[in-house]
DNA sequence: AATATACTATACCGTTCTGTATAGTATATT
DNA sequence: AATATACTATACAGAACGGTATAGTATATT
């Protein structure tokens, strides 16, 4: 596997996230990657190509961490959807956040027809879904409904967060989902 | 008050939320507009300065709303921010309902430095503090605290159904925010 | 020594972008 | 009749956009 591929997929992540997508272009990433279009356009056969890609490659790296961290730290099954917020607010908080990718992709590209656009929304659901299995494990029976909520809360918070960094709202969406989650717990 | 004002303000509107921002272009705008740019030109002196009256307007336009909807609908003081999220959903499900102007602007533009985001991050902070006055005049104790809650639920909804119109998020988001009221309200 | 692979360098194509310059029209006011 | 105002029409400047064509280099494989 070529090391520059990943610079360019790295590069142009890094770039999307603190200029935007589309103010980007690839004269921008290809030199800030120290290579050049062409290279690019040999591993990435259109900008929209490489855009998918990077979307793909965050969230993946996004899902593993969390779940890493979920695993590894739950003694009890019930105990992932507990911990849920402790590492997003980990996540959050980290000097290297730069935000959500699924999020401001889809503000980019409003169009719902648009494959960008239809990435992201798949992303946002799929994330959901993973909230859904871990309420599921924890026996918590509107786990769907629980997901949704929680969900709705985390990218508030993300949203909170790219709009001020350092903004306190996950503190808030912490103490939120806490509340929520007793609440079905005792149903 | 010239009309033809109005009708670019009203066309770019529409236009920054089905296509986003940065893939409108002035010259699509002034042919929707049914005008030319040396029109457009004349009213605002840059695209840039077109953006932030459009973002203005747009939170304008939805506070009044907002407002005059929870003001001639309470009898009890207190009764504003239970009604809160009644009137969010008549928003949010309407079918004239395009998305929040500033989540979808601060994506575009996420270098906190440009103006266009700092317009953004100042007219969610408002909000917030709307919300928090509706609290404290509910005589709740945390007024601050669950305005910040309930604004995460807020943005967290809209941002699903921007995703995903007909998402449904809403309405979990309005039990989610009985709850965290209720939970407000006792202490 | 010959060949394949990975990459660089550079110039370019056609399009779109924001913004302006120039010239002309239609309507209302004085 | 003269003038101001609001607007249209069109062309263009200068830059940036995504994407390609061409030529050449450096390294490893056979």
């Known amino acids: 596997m070529s090391t520059l591929r990943d610079k360019i997929l790295d590069t142009a992540t890094d770039l999307f996230q603190t200029r935007g997508i589309n103010s980007t272009g690839v004269d921008t990433i290809v030199a800030v990657a120290g290579t050049t279009k062409m290279t690019l356009y040999k591993y990435f056969h259109t900008k929209e190509g490489l855009i998918l890609e990077v979307l793909n490659k965050s969230q993946q790296d996004f899902q593993n961490w969390l779940d890493n961290k979920l695993t590894n730290n739950s003694k009890a099954p019930s105990d992932k959807i507990k911990q849920l917020f402790d590492f997003i607010e980990e996540w959050v908080t980290s000097p290297n956040f730069l935000g959500m990718g699924f999020i401001k992709a889809s503000a980019e590209f409003p ?3 648009n494959p960008i656009h239809q ?3 798949k992303q946002s659901r799929e994330f959901r879904q993973y909230i859904s299995k871990l309420a ?7 786990a769907d409904g629980l997901a949704l909520q929680l ?6 918070a993300v949203q909170a967060e790219q709009m001020k960094r350092g903004s306190g709202a996950i503190k808030y969406a912490k103490k939120a989902a806490k ?4 609440g079905a717990i005792k149903q």
């Open 151 to 156: 969900s709705l809360l985390f990218e508030g």
């Open 136 to 142: 599921n494990e924890a026996k918590i029976k509107d």
């Open 119 to 121: 990435l992201s929304s």
């Open 111 to 113: 169009n719902e027809e």
């Open 179 to 182: 509340l929520l989650i007793d």
